[in-house]
């Protein structure tokens, strides 16, 4: 496919190992902030074509795994209610609540229906004017304007029986609060490309000066992962702390302005509870007064669910990247991607899921994996 | 979670001006989506596509740009591994 497989070339992947390892001259932390690239890293054995220097820390970039506990228990508490159709990314029916999780609700006869896009719940809510139509909102910036406008097409399509269970989480503040912990070991952060296509970088500008922290803007396929490597590395040796732009070919400065004004229009931003991390101050979306009636919570008054993490779980440590996955005591043993002890273990780009898909510490061939 | 899929444009659908769609091909696979957010793209066109939501368009000079010279570089060095060998 193109513009994909060129970025998983063998030899430009060698090319860009040799040029990192050629100007590496001590120990650097680098952490990539988006699952999805965490997922790319350990697929492809990223961490293997690195000088020793290097560490790679996973960040909490995956907003599956970072939908407090809470939140699906009240998406099941939804689901389970009659007269209600509960609409979802696929990648969430399986997240365990408490008890159950969507998925197994679909079995026990719930009407629960995987959907590829927000505006697929709409028309489900037109055809169906007779039961109540729910969309469990979660994502980052690149996702939140696509469903965002499902809340304005309802609107103007005048539909009463539509509404989103909204979980919305924004990276800049999560940056943040990594990088004024005290504890903090990241010195260079690879952000999360299709968050700033939509919004582009100048958010990250005021963050990089503030820390003193390079922030290199990166894509997804293996070559992009290492040339945003490389450029954080050729930053932190040379005493430079800039927003670099390594994915060019989709991300701008500004991003996307018609994206961004419908997130205007439709949310306000508040403080969010983050699962394994707690609450970060401004760090998600709810909807806006304006759009009150077509909020889940207001409508299915499902009250206030408390939920506590199991005390093995170092999910934590694991989503600042001060400890490792496998470091946990629990990893692999009793919390397994079908047995979740917590957030990073709950989705394929959860980076305690994605070390034990794709072996813990185990050195991958890159050839078997890479484009020859 | 955050995947977004570059695709070809193959044909635009302008009857509703809210809600403009494209057929998009995906390495053989033919989805629709929504280029609402795009102003100019045509059909041949290469986007980024989210949810049923182009992003944004592909720099695709740029991009092509990058590839080649990473493949000059790879060349040099197999020419290098092979006078050490
Ligand atoms: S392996 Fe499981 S228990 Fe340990 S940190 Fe990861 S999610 Fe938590």
């Keep these: ?372 | 979670m955050c995947l977004a899929v570059p695709g070809k444009i193959i044909s635009i659908d302008n009857s509703n001006s809210e809600l403009r769609m494209a057929k998009i091909n995906f390495g053989g696979i033919i989805k629709e989506a929504c280029i609402q957010w795009l102003d100019d793209v045509t059909i041949g066109d290469y986007v980024i596509v989210h949810a049923g939501f182009a992003l944004n368009k592909i720099a695709t000079e740029e991009a092509e740009e990058t590839i080649r010279i990473l493949n000059e570089m790879g060349d040099l060095l197999d020419k290098e591994d092979s006078k050490e060998n």
């Design chain 1, 1 to 372: 496919m193109k513009f994909v497989d060129e970025y998983r070339d063998i030899k430009s992947v060698k090319v860009l190992s040799k040029q990192i390892e050629e100007i590496v001259t001590r120990p650097w932390s680098i952490m990539e902030i988006c699952g999805g690239q965490t997922h790319t890293i350990l697929k492809y054995g990223i961490e293997e074509l690195l000088p020793k220097q290097i560490t790679l820390l996973h960040g909490p970039g995956c907003p599956v795994c970072v939908t407090p506990l809470e939140q699906i228990d009240k998406a099941i508490a939804i689901a389970s209610r009659s007269g209600v159709i509960f609409t979802s990314f696929g990648d969430m029916l399986r997240v365990p609540g408490s008890k159950d999780d969507l998925l197994s609700m679909k079995a026990n006869g719930s009407d629960v229906r995987m959907v590829y896009s927000p505006l697929d719940a709409v028309k489900i809510a037109e055809e169906n004017k007779d039961k109540k139509v729910v969309f469990f909102a979660v994502g980052f910036e690149t996702t939140a304007p696509v469903n965002a406008i499902s809340v304005v097409e309802a609107k103007r399509r005048g539909l009463k029986n539509f509404s989103i269970l909204c979980s919305h989480v924004l990276v800049p503040p999560a940056i943040e609060a990594l990088l004024s912990s005290e504890d903090c070991m990241i010195q260079g952060f690879l952000a999360a490309g299709h968050v700033c296509t939509v919004m582009g970088y100048e958010q990250y500008i005021p963050l990089a000066e503030k820390y003193r922290t390079p922030i290199v803007v990166t894509g997804f396929e293996p070559v992009d992962i290492l040339q945003g490597i490389l450029m954080s590395v050729k930053q932190l040796e040379e005493g430079r702390f800039e927003v670099e732009n390594q994915y060019n070919r989709v991300v701008t400065k500004s991003g996307n302005q018609s994206a961004k004004k419908v997130l205007d229009t439709v949310f306000d931003t508040i403080d969010r509870k983050w699962r394994g991390i707690g609450t970060i101050p401004k760090s998600g979306y709810a909807l806006k007064k304006s759009f009150q009636d077509f909020d889940s919570e207001k409508i299915f008054d499902v009250g206030t669910i408390e939920q506590n993490e199991s005390p093995l779980c170092i999910a934590g440590e694991v989503l600042k990247g001060t400890k490792k996955p496998n470091e946990c005591s629990a990893f692999g043993v009793l919390c397994k991607p079908e047995i979740p002890l917590g957030a990073p273990m709950v989705s394929t780009e959860g980076a305690c899921a994605a070390y034990f898909h794709y072996g813990k510490n185990k050195s991958l061939n890159a050839n078997s994996e890479i484009r020859v």
